[in-house]
């Protein structure tokens, strides 16, 4: 018998009738709620949709009140690609007659979310599950009815898979005249084709999307899991549309093709809210696309879900406990640092604290915490931007990189005057990032007493739990992983599955060593210790390097022995 499961949120307040808390949100005045009562005695139909006909609030205004007050999320369908796996799920009859669209079926989990106006349908409910194959859960989100039937009618009436609008546009006519247009009616395929791209990156969980012309067709790539990845090649003709629809979707300049260009996307993908940084350059043989994925809910992460060991989470949590100072992340780009620094910023997010982030640009949205972006047209760059920041009384400053002189010495400034200063620096190890400070010009006596810490990362990916072997070691990678017991000992390895798309790997890990600076550490630095000396002083105090914690999760069969050499250097361990 098919499950349901109704997975909600619990209600921010007492639940109130929706009259009232329109009220108490100053949305609508007692008068008009009193001209809206009157006119549903003649009607008999909902409250939410007389106040909506009568033009007292927008549809957007209702989802969003009767999303709180029932404790479901709210879903705004202007912005929303559903799922064609979802759609296939419910007819369009059903959806028509109980006002709802399914959005996305999540295969992992075996749930199936449906927008809907009226979220408590117990009739609805049935029909949708008795079409549901055994053991799949329904997971509901709050939407206008008005939207819901648009959507209906936008969605189904085409085809959404992306080899079934290739299919459309082999065998038909493609008007790409409207493609500038900013509100093009989602008929045109093109339109749909860079939709279901995108759609389709999300799903697969890519942090980029790589979308690259050459000389007789146009490569699309996604980054999985740190890996590029080729996942279809289009004929050429296509791309100068997809290149006009991408650069109105992010607010780029479409007569503009020879300069770079940035811009950004909002979209409703999966149920969430996913953003896309977006970045085109001219190459070549045309405009190149890179798009990055920035999804929130995944991109934020609590300090204890980022899966470091219990002696690694305390230690930093020291750290952040350290009221002024510096703490730095260090690694290559895609190590995760943006990921780390946002979770340390919301374990100490907090009404008592003033906090204040200054990024190239913003990534995550974090509520409570003022973000800023660096702008060459205000003139404002990181060592600028510190310097009106500390005119903002803040607490805590987070510096999205150390890049020159003058940022450094900003930031250094705003750590001695009582800050405490989160920033990135690309360097290949902690103790490197001191070597790397001296070199841009920081001065030893300054450097000294002022880091609180340092944290280098690097991002493996795991093995994939439904297809990993297991498989005893040989004698050299005993002595790699430094293992001594005589006693057996199973590793595992990549296979490849269903799954992972036969990859064998399924997500990713971060591999982290942190040295946290002492009196003895800071004495060294300030009498120019030399970077051997500095890492005899941290290991009798028990600092740990990337190789160690790497080992750590090759032992645990989170990964993979050729996996962790991909990404940290063990050579010193052969010797």
């Known amino acids: ?17 929706l009259g009232e808390r329109l009220i108490a949100a100053g949305l609508i005045t007692q008068d008009q709620l009193q001209v809206a009562l009157t006119e549903q005695s003649r009607r008999d139909e909902p409250l939410g949709r007389i106040l909506v006909g009568l033009g007292l609030i927008s549809e957007s205004m209702l989802r969003d009140t009767l999303g709180e007050s029932l404790g479901h999320d709210a879903i705004d369908l202007a912005t929303a690609i559903p799922d064609p796996d979802a759609l296939q799920m419910v007819p369009k009859n059903i959806a028509r007659r109980y006002s709802m669209l399914p959005i996305n079926f999540d295969k992992n989990e075996k749930v199936l979310t449906l927008a809907m106006a009226d979220t408590f349908n117990v009739v609805a409910m049935d029909q949708v599950a008795a079409l549901l194959p055994s053991g799949v859960g329904i997971h509901t989100m709050v939407a206008g009815e008005a939207e819901i039937e648009a959507a209906i009618e936008q969605f189904y009436e085409f085809e959404l898979s992306i080899q079934g609008i290739l299919h459309e546009i082999d065998t038909g006519e493609v008007d790409r005249l409207n493609l500038g247009v900013e509100n093009e009616e989602y008929s045109h395929p093109l339109v749909r084709l860079v939709d279901a791209i995108l759609a389709d990156a999300v799903k697969r969980e890519a942090s980029d999307i790589h979308l690259e012309p050459e000389a007789g067709f146009l490569r699309v790539r996604y980054r999985i899991d740190g890996v590029m990845r080729q996942v279809m090649a289009l004929h050429r003709s296509y791309w100068p549309g997809m290149v006009v629809r991408l650069k109105v979707m992010a607010r780029m300049n479409i007569a503009e093709t020879r300069a770079p260009q940035d811009g950004r996307i909002s979209l409703t993908l999966a149920g969430r809210p996913i953003d896309f940084r977006v970045a085109c350059q001219q190459t070549t043989h045309g405009e190149n696309f890179v798009l990055r994925v920035l999804d929130r809910q995944k991109g934020i992460l609590p300090l204890d879900k980022l899966r470091l060991t219990k002696e690694t989470l305390t230690l930093i949590q020291v750290m952040m406990a350290r009221p002024e100072g510096i703490i730095l992340v260090t690694g290559p780009t895609g190590s995760g640092k943006t990921t780390t620094l946002y979770s340390m910023l ?149 296979e490849g599955c269903e799954a992972c798309n036969y990859l064998g790997f399924k997500g990713r890990v971060a591999v982290i060593e942190v040295l946290k600076m002492n009196r003895e550490l800071d004495e060294m630095i300030a009498q120019n210790g030399t970077r ?33 050499s991909r990404v940290v250097d063990l050579t010193e361990r052969v010797v």
């Open 1 to 17: 018998m098919t499950t349901i499961t109704v997975r909600k949120l619990e209600p921010a307040a007492p639940s109130l009738p």
């Open 346 to 494: 919301n374990h100490r997010n907090d009404e008592a604290v003033n906090i204040m982030t200054l990024e190239d640009p913003v990534e995550y949205p974090m509520s409570m915490i003022r973000q800023t972006s660096l702008n060459e047209a205000a003139k404002l760059d990181f060592a600028n931007g510190i310097r009106s920041m500390m005119r903002q009384d803040p607490d805590i400053i987070l510096v999205g990189e150390i890049r020159d002189e003058e940022t450094a010495e900003m930031a250094f400034r705003a750590a001695m005057t009582g800050h405490q200063v989160f920033s990135t620096l690309h360097t290949n190890s902690a103790l490197g990032a001191i070597p790397r400070l001296l070199d841009i010009g920081v001065k030893p006596h300054i450097l000294a007493g002022n880091i609180i810490g340092i944290v280098a990362q690097r991002l493996v990916r795991r093995l994939c739990r439904n297809c990993k072997q297991a498989y005893a070691p040989d004698e050299a990678e005993r002595h790699l992983l430094g293992i001594r017991t005589t006693k057996p000992v199973l590793l595992y390895k990549e």
């Open 532 to 564: 051997r000396e500095l890492h005899e002083t941290a290991s009798r105090t028990g600092f740990k390097e990337l190789d160690e914690d790497g080992v750590r999760h090759v032992l645990a069969g989170t990964t993979s022995i050729s996996e962790i």
